[in-house]
């Protein structure tokens, strides 16, 4: 029998190294596909790591739109037909008059703040909005005074843009939801499913029993992935990922405040449009917060017809049991209420 060269004894344990790891890698990726599609609708998004149907080819004088914040855009707790994105779009479909047809995309996480517009924007920029929508003020009332801290790393605050967190979105766009079902099972069974006990004594909203596993996972995704690059690499770069611009006209709100203009400033040099909101008011801290921003607002944008600012701080009480079922984010009869106070100027923005 003749010997084998060692040369192709290595080639041919590399050939069968390489072609388990891609038989691997593709079992992955088919269960990954299928666990996104089966959260995405409930709780869950889907993977390129925004809720609803994937956005396919633009349809000819499609109008996009797209909505960025925090939880109360992502529609925490709920499915996603009960986010108020979901009921825009639907709303201005019914409107009359001729409109084009118009996709709203909700690209709200929950954690994010307006110091991850920007990089929202940047990462779905291949969508090409527009429109865009900002809606949050909630995540950064402590922005300039007590950030939210990240379990796994206290140096990464949570303002760092969600996705960004996961190396394999930041590196192809695609957003794995595999690793945290799996993680959320484990601290469920070790905790007895009290999620309270395994995320500590943070804040922890409750929604219904049927989305609660499903969102508490997307809560702590960020952890994960911050967890990987300790072990295996380079930390996350911060820097990329959150505004640093700051407005000094808005005093202590500064850094929102220069935040949300460097967002807006993003989308009107590609050519868009962009509705600045305020979310119903939660505090007299929010009310100052949000009007140092309609001021901001109207000292650099007043003039310009391409920029519109929405006041809803008054549109629901924030203390309705019927409408808030946590004290922050709304039930499908409130988000629907925002929708419908939105439509009219995403209307006049769409002729």
């Known amino acids: 029998m ?48 925004y809720r609803g149907d994937v956005v396919r080819a633009r349809k000819p004088g499609e109008v996009r739109v797209v909505a960025i914040g925090g939880s109360t855009v992502f529609g925490y707790g709920l499915p ?123 804040v922890v909203f409750r929604p219904g029993l049927a989305t609660r596993a499903t969102a508490g996972a997307l809560k702590t995704a960020a952890d994960l992935g911050v967890a990987l690059e300790r072990r295996f690499g380079r930390l996350t770069n911060t820097a990329v990922a959150a505004s640093t611009a700051t407005n000094e006209d808005c005093g202590r709100w500064s850094e929102y405040c220069g935040a949300i203009e460097a967002a807006v400033r993003q989308v009107l040099a590609r050519n868009g449009r962009a509705v600045v909101v305020s979310q119903p008011y939660v505090s007299d801290l929010h009310v100052d917060q949000q009007q140092a921003l309609a001021a901001m607002l109207h000292r650099r944008f007043g003039g310009d017809r391409r920029v519109r600012y929405v006041n809803l701080g008054r549109l629901i009480n924030m203390d309705d049991k019927a409408l808030v079922y946590d004290g922050l984010h709304l039930v499908a009869k409130g988000n629907e209420m925002i929708a419908n106070a939105l439509v009219p100027t995403v209307v006049e923005l769409v002729r």
Not at 156 to 184: C, K, M
């Open 2 to 49: 003749t010997a084998i060269p060692l040369r192709r004894k290595l080639l041919y344990s590399a050939i069968t190294i390489v072609s388990v790891l891609l038989l691997f890698g593709s079992v992955l990726l088919a269960v990954d596909v299928y666990l996104h599609h089966r959260v995405q609708y409930l709780a869950g998004v889907n993977v390129w790591g």
């Open 80 to 202: 996603w037909n009960e986010s108020w994105p979901y009921y825009l779009e639907r709303k201005i479909a019914a409107a009359q008059g001729g409109l084009p047809p118009v996709t709203v995309v909700n690209l709200g996480i929950p954690t994010d703040s307006a110091r991850t517009f920007v990089a929202t924007l940047n990462d779905y920029a291949y969508l090409q909005p527009d429109i865009a929508i900002f809606y949050e003020g909630y995540n950064d009332l402590g922005l300039d005074v007590n950030p939210p801290r990240n379990r796994t790393n206290p140096a990464v605050s949570h303002y760092l843009a969600w996705r960004h967190q996961s190396p394999i979105f930041r590196w192809t766009g695609y957003f794995p939801i595999f690793p945290l079902v799996l993680n959320e099972k484990a601290q469920m069974l070790l905790h007895g499913k009290d999620l309270q006990a395994a995320y500590g004594n943070d």
